[in-house]
């Protein structure tokens, strides 16, 4: 049986990435220090003689016992308001984070997976952005302890790819949504439909003008399993190319909700990308992916796990376990 460890095991890719794991056959570690992880994405496993969870933070030395075949780092935070209010532990681990798994995978003799992202782009000049284009990145903005972390961790996984012969994998992740996203974690999506089943106004930032391209989660593991099974130690986009402006976005969530709310303006957040749209003819060529699900049909299907929270989940403002690490 295949061995694999999975960090940010109880987050949103990550959880989705232990289900399809399990169902593939394989023994699953799942490991997470639940900074913004919730154990109730992956509750359902514990029953599964199949998993094992790791309460345990990867910025810190990393070692599970046994043979391990395969890696995938998932562990960080991964919105702009979780990111700011936690930018050191961003920082961390993407950086030692990944410095502790690529050791682990060395010992194990591995194959490691790490989650890159579209921000390793910046505020993009070239659109749609090709793996080939090099970014345009605040060093020193709100972001850049998330967008300088990423590209640190590709840089050091492609450094032990070169020097030491590692099998290691990079996938660019663009923005991606379903269920287990967090209500509260500011992202625009759980941020709109938040918002209206609060029959609070939605918020679009700026004028609307900025642009994002929405991949659902199942299409996106699809593209993370094909990826890692594949040879191509390069970095790869997987995302869903169907771009919309974030004012054409509000309407479709008012339309998919039936809120009767209307669209209230704030300030656009410092660093936010004007826009952003993956080219995907890599992946499509190597990989044989593209996205199957429409944004109509996997939005629906997020709106339904959405309704189906409780009312603390919908009025809770922050997560609960930020309070012991925010000095
Ligand atoms: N956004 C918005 N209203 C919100 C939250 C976000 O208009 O309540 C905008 C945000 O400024 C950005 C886009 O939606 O232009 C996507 O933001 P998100 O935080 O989801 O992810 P990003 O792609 O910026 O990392």
């Given at each position: 049986m295949k061995r694999v460890l999975i960090t940010g095991a109880a987050g949103f890719l990550g959880s989705h990435l232990c289900d399809r794991f399990i169902k593939e056959g394989y023994f699953v570690m799942g490991m997470d220090n639940l900074i913004t992880g919730d154990l109730r994405n992956i509750e359902h496993l514990f029953k599964n003689e199949n998993f094992e969870f790791y309460n345990h933070d990867v910025s810190k030395y990393v070692h599970v016992s046994g043979k391990l075949d395969y890696i995938l780092h998932f562990a960080?935070?991964?919105?702009?308001i979780d990111y700011l209010k936690i930018p050191i532990q961003t920082l961390k681990v993407g950086s030692l984070g990944t410095h502790n798994l690529l050791g682990l995978a060395k010992e194990k003799k591995a194959r490691i997976i790490v989650a890159s992202t579209s921000e390793?782009?910046?505020?993009?000049?070239?659109?749609?952005?090709?793996?080939?284009?090099?970014?345009?990145?605040?060093p020193v903005g709100p972001r850049g302890v998330y967008d300088e972390a990423k590209r640190f961790q590709e840089a050091m996984t492609m450094a032990y790819h070169t020097y030491h012969g590692l099998e290691t994998r990079i996938v660019r992740i663009f923005n991606t949504y379903g269920p287990r996203m967090r209500l509260n974690d500011g992202r625009v999506l759980p941020a709109f439909i938040g918002q209206a089943l609060r029959g609070e106004d939605l918020t679009v930032f700026g004028d609307g003008s900025q642009t994002r391209s929405f991949c659902y989660v199942d299409d996106l593991v699809e593209g993370i399993y094909r990826l890692l099974q594949s040879d191509c130690s390069d970095p790869v986009n997987i995302g869903n190319p169907d771009e919309i402006?974030?004012?054409?976005?509000?309407e479709e969530i008012i339309k998919l909700t039936g809120t009767t709310q209307k669209v209230i303006y704030q300030d656009l957040p410092v660093d936010d990308p004007k826009q952003r749209?993956?080219?995907?003819?890599?992946?499509?060529?190597?990989?044989?992916?593209e996205p199957k699900v429409s944004r109509e049909e996997g939005l629906k299907i997020t709106y339904e796990y959405f309704k189906s929270l409780s009312q603390e989940d919908l009025y809770k403002k922050d997560h609960k376990s930020f309070d012991k690490y925010i000095q």
């Open positions: 960080s935070p991964a919105s702009p390793v782009y910046g505020d993009p000049t070239v659109h749609p952005q090709t793996e080939d284009y090099w970014g345009n990145v605040n402006t974030i004012s054409q976005f509000a749209q993956p080219d995907i003819t890599k992946a499509r060529a190597i990989l044989g992916w």
